[in-house]
């Protein structure tokens, strides 16, 4: 892990994205804090951990403690939005919201003003290398207007079935920055992969 690590730092990409998955929330475990504090120690690459738990409350400043920079957490698992975001604040660090597929977009607005991200699942959480839902673009391009309109500089982001083609597709779309796992993988070189992914920002600018 360490290797791959490096290796990604020598690509130029511009943070570590950190699924953490407790076999409840969704049907399968992954990474957990003793993990992103070994993590830590070896980089320091922004630490981006996505919390597809059931009580993202109860860990968030366990998280944070361990070394996360940001923190998102589902709006679809146990408690009360605004109280996670404002545990998250505490901590010093960003907060974002995530949406699954079969979430509306709009029920992102009454937090909207109060996070720094918003992230868009382009399929459903729990799994890699799953196909792109082409039809979540139109939540990114609703999150992109409705941010703009209220004049929040709100970063959307997008996790799921990312490729060259759904990666222009979503930066078209409105966002900010992608979520890339198992087409970054594959290829025998990621750099090439890094920088078509900024090159792209840079276009959007």
């Known amino acids: 892990l360490e290797a791959v690590i490096h290796m990604l730092e ?11 998955m407790d076999g409840r929330f969704v049907n399968n475990i992954s990474f957990g804090i003793p993990v992103l504090t070994a993590i830590r120690k070896k980089t320091d690459l922004f630490l981006d951990v996505h919390l597809m738990i059931a009580d993202p409350l109860q860990y968030v400043a366990r998280f944070a403690q361990a070394g996360a920079n940001g923190i998102t957490f589902h709006l679809e698992s146990e408690g009360d939005p605004q109280k996670t975001i404002d545990a998250i604040h505490a901590c010093g660090i960003p907060a974002g919201i995530v949406i699954k597929p079969m979430t509306p977009a709009e029920a992102v ?7 720094e991200l918003v992230l868009v699942m382009t399929v459903e959480p729990g799994f890699g290398g799953q196909a792109f839902l082409w039809e979540m673009l139109e939540k990114v391009r609703f999150l992109r207007c409705t941010a703009k309109e209220q004049g929040l500089h709100t970063m959307i982001q997008v996790d799921g079935g990312i490729n060259a083609e759904t990666a222009l597709a979503a930066v078209d779309a409105g966002a900010d920055n992608l979520v890339v796992g198992s087409y970054l993988f594959r290829q025998e070189n990621p750099k090439i992969v890094i920088d078509f992914l900024h090159q792209l920002s840079e276009n959007q600018k």
């Not at 020598?10 to 953490?20: E, I, P, W």
């Open 10 to 20: 020598q690509s130029g990409t511009d943070m570590l994205h950190f699924d953490v």
């Open 109 to 115: 607005l009454p937090y909207l003003s109060s996070v």
